[in-house]
Each structure stands twice: as C-alpha cells, then as structure tokens.
C-alpha cells in the first residue's frame, strides 16, 4: 500500500495554492510534505520490486518538486497556461488546486509558459483529429506492452538474473543487453501508461491530441550522452532535475512584450559551457538522490519481508542504498570526455556527419552499458533475493507465452532458456 504518496501530493498542492508570502511557512509546507513521503518509504509496496524501485524514484521526484515550488519559485506568479486569462493566484482556491494539479501533471509544460523547447516530438498532423490520435496511441500500447512482455520474459529466463553473478559473466553482447533489460522494461512500462491516459484524456474531451506527445524523445537524436539524456529520455523530470540552476533571468509570463516575443521563433542565445556543464552536474546529482529514494525503498522492503534480516538480525541483506547513484553520477564525466573530443575535432576542421554520429551512437552504446553494471547487479540481486523468498513463485504467464503457446505448441520458458549460457 502508498497511500501517503496521494496525501503528500494533495497537501503539497494546498501549500502552494495558499501562495504563503513568507518564507517560513513555506519552509514548514515543504517539511510537512517530505516527512509525508519519508513516513511512506518503509511502507510503499508495488507488488513487484523493479516497480518498488521505481515508485521510490517517484517518492524522490516528489520531494524535488516541493522544494523547487515552496522554497525556490512561486509558480502561479512565474507559469502562465496559454488559456489562461488571469494570473492563477487571483483565482479561488480550489481552482488554484486544479491549476496547480494540471501545472504539475504536464512535466514537459505542453500547452505552458515553461514548455520544453527541444526533443519534443509533436504529434503528427495526420493524427491530430481525435480518432486518427486515439487509433494511433492504442497502437503504442500494444506494441509496447508486448515490448515490456518480451523485456520481462528475458529478465525471467536468463540464468543471471537467476543468482548472483554479475551481468557481465555472459561476455560483452550479453553483457549489453543484460543492462538494457531492466531499463527497457521502464520505457515500455511508462510509454504503455502515457499512451492510456492519453487515450482516455482525448476520447472524454478532457484534453486535445496536441496535448499528449510522445513521452520519449526521438531515438534517433541521442548520439551524444548529452543528447541522450537531454533530448530522448530525461524529458519527464527535466524540469525538476535543473530546479537548482543556473537559470536564465526570469520573466513575467504576463508581459505583453514577451508573449509577442514568444510568438517569433528567434535563435536562443548560446550559454558559456562552464554554465550549461554546472547545470548538467546538478542535475545528475538530483537524479542520483532521486534513484537512491527507489534504493532506500527497496531496502525497507527487504528488512521488512525477512524479519532475520537487517542491523539487528544473524543474516545480512546486502546493503542496496546509493547503488543507483554512481551511473548517474558517471554521465557529466562521459560530457565532459565527447565534448573534449568534439572540440578537438572542431578544431582540427572535422564536421558532424553521417559517420561521426555512427562513431557516437557506439559511444553513448559502450558508455552506458559500462556504467549501467554496478547499478543492474544491485537492483538485480535484490529481485534475486525476493525470488529465494517465494515472491518469483506463481508469477502470471505473460501474453506472449499464451499466444505462442496456443498458436505454436510451444513452451516459451525452456526454449528462451536455452539461450543463454550456465552460470
């Protein structure tokens, strides 16, 4: 159960739609609600643990987002909806409430004054009407969710998910696809959520197609591991891993002048890279602590299934927190090394070409399938001790196993075991 997820969201949203002017009752605001989500931590239960991981990163997003609209900005003075007609704090409060709900259920500013300007992929003009829209976001779903099935299906079968050896004990190409596994499953899983409430946000009227786009940017632009996670993947939580900035100068989103501003696409302004790099390091440390929520959650889980484990007890879990932050706290060095080698390149007079992005999709390919080691081995070896307990015993049978299994005659579990090498 997390019910204090809700609650916390829910009060976090009170104290910021009662827009306090002093600083100290919005310190105590934000207090209150990350001693909510800290109360949650030993409770929170998804059913499966890689899930359990990733509500905690939620419960850690949660905790970013009070800080950043309590203590560091006052969004119904700085976001601007481009329906709306008066400033949110002039509003009652209860529509306060919705505003805010709908300022923070649009992580990317879709439709909002702090619309992410790049990697968005927009929704293709043939499915902008409600049908085309609603017959393409089900063809998502379905795709993708046999895309977590055969992701889930890998993880199940393959011996080293089984024990404790290292996902690198089956040679590099399996090493590669060993790591990608588990992050694989949280694309499918998040792309297969999105495009339902999609759906449902379009087919009630609630919301326009234009309003729902891809939730991943374009796979195709992350060449660099700064694209990567800047272009395709960190779309959702941008926002809320650069809450400490350097930010540009704000602006009154009620400024005549800027909204005309707006209008007129104008080339942005190039920063000094000393200050996009601090900016970039910030974030990956707020990622970090974030993922580590997900440890720490998994930790409780672990004490709290085996009452014989733990500080106190004769056997020993293996210690999970802060094995997520070392693959985050690697990505500014892996910046830091292609633009080095990029700058180099410039001035030797190479250009960017077919061939160089070649040379940095196999970069951004070894690099993180490197760094992602440390990290898959601790979320791994956690499932691994849940599985000895019982919790892997009875798992449903995926839809690909079914089909294949009516169609075919065929059971899936010896032949995709049969893959793979002994550990």
């Known amino acids: 159960m997390f019910m204090l997820f809700p609650v916390a969201r829910t009060v976090l949203l009170i104290f910021v739609a009662l827009n306090f002017k002093s600083l100290q009752w919005r310190l105590i605001g934000c207090s209150v609600v990350v001693a909510i989500l800290a109360a949650d931590l030993p409770l929170a239960r998804t059913g499966y643990m890689k899930f359990d991981n990733v509500f905690g990163a939620a419960l850690g997003t949660t905790v970013l987002q009070a800080i950043r609209f309590l203590l560091l900005m006052r969004p119904m003075?700085?976001?601007?909806?481009?329906?709306?007609?008066?400033?949110?704090?002039?509003?009652?409060?209860?529509?306060?409430?919705?505003?805010?709900?709908?300022?923070?259920?649009?992580?990317?500013?879709?439709?909002?004054?702090?619309?992410?300007?790049?990697?968005?992929?927009?929704?293709?003009?043939?499915?902008?009407?409600?049908?085309?829209?609603i017959a393409s976001r089900l063809r998502w779903l379905f795709s993708h969710y046999f895309l977590l099935e055969a992701a889930l299906l890998y993880t199940r079968y393959n011996p080293v998910y089984l024990s404790e050896a290292s996902v690198t004990s089956q040679g590099y190409i399996l090493?590669?696809?060993?790591?990608?596994?588990?992050?694989?499953?949280?694309?499918?899983?998040?792309?297969?959520?999105h495009s339902t409430l999609a759906v449902l946000a379009v087919a009630t009227h609630f919301s326009e197609p234009q309003a729902w786009p891809q939730p991943f940017g374009r796979w195709r632009d992350a060449y660099t591991v700064r694209r990567l996670w800047g272009r395709t993947w960190h779309q959702m939580v941008r926002r809320d891993l650069t809450l400490f900035g350097p930010h540009w100068p704000k602006q009154n989103p009620w400024d005549p002048a800027r909204a005309e501003d707006s209008s007129v696409d104008k080339p942005e302004e190039r920063e000094p890279w000393g200050r996009r790099y601090r900016r970039l390091c910030y974030a990956f440390i707020c990622s970090a602590c974030m993922h580590v929520c997900g440890d720490v959650?998994?930790?409780?889980?672990?004490?709290?299934?085996?009452?014989?484990?733990?500080?106190?007890?004769?056997?020993?879990?293996?210690?999970?927190?802060?094995?997520?932050?070392?693959?985050?706290?690697?990505?500014?060095?892996?910046?830091?090394?292609?633009?080095?080698?990029?700058?180099?390149?410039?001035?030797?007079?190479?250009?960017?070409?077919?061939?160089?992005?070649?040379?940095?999709?196999?970069?951004?390919?070894?690099?993180?399938?490197?760094?992602?080691?440390y990290s898959v081995d601790g979320l791994k070896n956690a499932v691994h001790i849940s599985y000895l307990a019982g919790e892997g015993k009875g798992l449903p049978v995926t839809l690909i196993e079914v089909i294949v299994d009516r169609v075919f005659g065929v059971q899936l579990a010896p032949v995709i075991s049969s893959w793979f090498p002994r550990i």
Not at 87 to 108: D, E, G, K, V
Request: aromatic share 16%; glycine share 6%.
């Open 175 to 193: 090493q590669s696809l060993n790591v990608a596994a588990i992050p694989c499953q949280m694309y499918a899983l998040i792309t297969c959520v």
């Open 297 to 373: 959650l998994l930790q409780f889980r672990l004490w709290n299934d085996f009452p014989s484990f733990g500080p106190s007890g004769t056997k020993e879990v293996p210690n999970l927190i802060g094995y997520s932050a070392p693959y985050f706290l690697w990505q500014p060095v892996g910046v830091l090394v292609e633009e080095t080698v990029v700058a180099i390149g410039e001035r030797m007079g190479l250009q960017e070409s077919t061939w160089t992005r070649m040379i940095g999709y196999a970069w951004v390919w070894v690099f993180t399938s490197a760094t992602l080691v």
């Open 77 to 133: 003075e700085e976001y601007r909806h481009d329906t709306d007609k008066v400033p949110a704090y002039q509003l009652p409060f209860f529509q306060r409430c919705f505003w805010l709900f709908s300022m923070t259920s649009s992580p990317r500013g879709i439709g909002w004054s702090f619309r992410v300007k790049h990697g968005v992929v927009p929704v293709k003009p043939c499915h902008r009407t409600r049908l085309s829209f």
